[in-house]
């Protein structure tokens, strides 16, 4: 099954603002939007989005989801080291009858 | 509190079969899509299968097809995962998800001889 593309790191420095984007198409990303997770290193996965900016309880509004097309972008403002994680988005494929994923950003707090 | 405990990973051998669990608690189990991913050392996440709240339509990852069977009983607010014919490529933390709430914590399947 096909994936989602994302790149594979990002930087930045402490408070600066984020964004992650995820590539997919119109059966997947563009049809219901992407869900995000986080996963820092040794811990399991953490939803932090799921379709289109709904964010679970607990969740910072520091992280902040959207989709334009068939791409989704995750913005984290002000980042801080606690932020430093690969960042995962996904989404249902209709076409494929499969959830799809990208194969993760790596964030670096500079 | 949400939660989901999965169980049943460990060393297994080629060919051999294993059967994971995933406990639910803290949400209606019963109104939920269910699913098992998976994560090979050092890689990344790989969806394996999905299962319909009431388990009449059940999807899977190609590479697992005819090998694994998810299944659910919402009686017991439980998911599972029956794998068999294991191949050491299924070497991996499973985790179970609601997709739309919450991720367990996982549990390693080893496929080695």
């Known amino acids: 099954q096909a994936g989602l593309t994302q790149p594979p790191s990002v930087s930045k420095g402490l408070r600066q603002t984020a964004t992650l984007t995820c590539t997919g198409n119109s059966n997947n990303v563009g049809n219901q939007g992407a869900t995000w997770l986080q996963q820092r290193q040794g811990h399991p996965p953490k939803l932090l989005s799921y379709r289109d900016n709904n964010r679970p309880s607990g969740i910072s509004d520091t992280f902040s989801a959207s989709t334009s097309g068939n791409t989704a972008s995750l913005t984290i403002t002000g980042v801080q080291p606690e932020d430093e994680a690969d960042y995962y988005c996904?989404?249902?494929?209709?076409?494929?009858?499969?959830?799809?994923f990208g194969g993760g950003t790596k964030l670096t707090v500079l | 509190e949400v939660q989901l405990v999965e169980s049943g990973g460990g060393l297994v051998q080629p060919g051999g079969s294993l059967r994971l669990s995933c406990a639910a608690s803290?949400?209606?189990?019963?109104?939920?899509?269910m699913c098992w991913v998976r994560q090979a050392p050092g890689k990344g996440l790989e969806w394996v299968a999905s299962?319909?709240?009431?388990?009449?339509?059940?999807y899977y990852v190609d590479s697992v097809k005819g090998r694994f069977t998810i299944s659910r009983d919402n009686a017991k607010t439980s998911l599972y995962l029956q794998m068999s014919s294991l191949r050491a490529e299924d070497t991996a933390v499973y985790y179970c998800?609601?997709?739309?709430?919450?991720w367990g914590q996982g549990t390693l399947v080893t496929v080695s001889s």
């Open positions: 998800a609601d997709a739309d709430l919450v």
């Open positions: 299962i319909t709240p009431d388990g009449g339509e059940k």
């Open positions: 803290g949400f209606t189990f019963s109104n939920s899509w």
């Open positions: 996904s989404a249902w494929d209709t076409s494929l009858s499969a959830w799809v």
